[in-house]
């Protein structure tokens, strides 16, 4: 049994206890331990890099410090602590300057950086440590009636060089997790353009305008659901179809459904189970679908 210290962050505990529900029940019927580590803390984000990159390192670096102790390779769930934590893992262990530098700050709570592990996204863990063949021998119901739009969100594929999720202009790993399920992944225009999600409460106005877009985009391609890897991008779209019919009188009645809900769902996991209601926009449709 593949072992992984699971990385919540601080959006998924806080508002979508959904996201971290459907990924344990799934990684645990597909033979995937995940451990619990103490003193976990906030992964350092984009915007806190922006401000003090030096900081923003030391405080990831102290996370996989944590890992690192335990033995234990870290999966992330939100794109956004995977870009973080995996960045600053990959420019440790390559620049010794910097990591020297690092570990001076990290010297002051007891803990050394010594680039033992990796940090895994919830999808290279499926592709690479399940894989696609298991995957499917496990599907007990088949999604072969949804349409399913794929959203990789920004942080998941740049800076590649560093992340090496996929091909940044042309990924298709999400695409061959969806068709595992029996689903059929769509094709859309501007498909890996950004949501908007980070941008509220900077730019709200622009923000709902690149949401907006998305949800046209998918409904014209004939989606019966997005489905997203981030827990902000699944704001930006779920929460998002509420201000889009507010300001623009569109109603889209989108579902908007985590990978790991779709795969739950195909690994026969009861609707009841997965906290499906706390979704603004509901998942009938699509659990009328499949049934």
């Keep these: ?6 990385f919540l962050g601080c959006t998924i505990p806080a508002r979508q206890p959904n996201y971290e529900l459907s990924a344990r029940k799934t990684l645990e019927k597909l033979d995937v331990e995940l451990v619990d580590l ?5 992964c350092c984000p984009a915007p806190i890099q922006s401000i003090n990159l030096e900081s923003s390192q030391a405080i990831a670096a102290y996370n996989i410090c944590l890992a690192e102790e335990a033995g234990l390779d870290i999966v992330a769930l939100c794109n956004g ?4 934590l995996a960045m600053a893992n990959a420019a440790l262990k390559k ?3 910097l990591k020297a530098e690092i570990n001076k700050v990290l010297a002051k709570v ?16 499926l592709i690479e440590d399940i894989g696609l063949k298991k995957i499917q021998e496990k599907v007990t119901k088949p999604l072969s009636s949804l349409k399913v739009a794929p959203f990789y969100g920004c942080h998941s594929l740049r800076p590649s060089k560093l992340l090496q999720l996929d091909d940044p202009e042309r990924p298709q790993i999400f695409e061959n997790l969806i068709e595992s399920l029996g689903a059929e992944p769509l094709e859309y225009r501007n498909k890996l353009k950004c949501c908007g999600g980070l941008l509220k409460g900077i730019s709200d106005d622009t923000a709902l305008e690149l949401a907006r877009e998305k949800l046209a985009n998918t409904n014209k391609a004939g989606a019966d659901c997005i489905s ?4 902000f991008c699944f704001v930006a779209l779920d929460i ?25 769902l195909a690994l026969g996991v009861a609707p009841e189970e997965l906290a499906l209601r706390s979704h ?3 998942a009938d449709k699509v659990l009328e679908k499949i049934a």
């Design 240 to 264: 998002g179809q509420i201000q889009v019919k507010g300001k623009f009188q569109e109603i889209y009645d989108m579902p908007i459904l985590h990978y790991s809900e779709l795969l739950a």
């Design 95 to 97: 620049d010794k300057k």
């Design 1 to 6: 049994m593949k072992r992984f210290a699971i």
């Design 38 to 42: 103490d003193n976990f803390t906030c």
């Design 110 to 125: 007891g803990k050394e950086f010594q680039g033992t592990i990796e940090v895994k996204h919830f999808l290279q863990v």
């Design 228 to 231: 997203t890897l981030c827990p």
């Design 81 to 84: 602590c995977f870009e973080s």
């Design 280 to 282: 603004k926009i509901k």
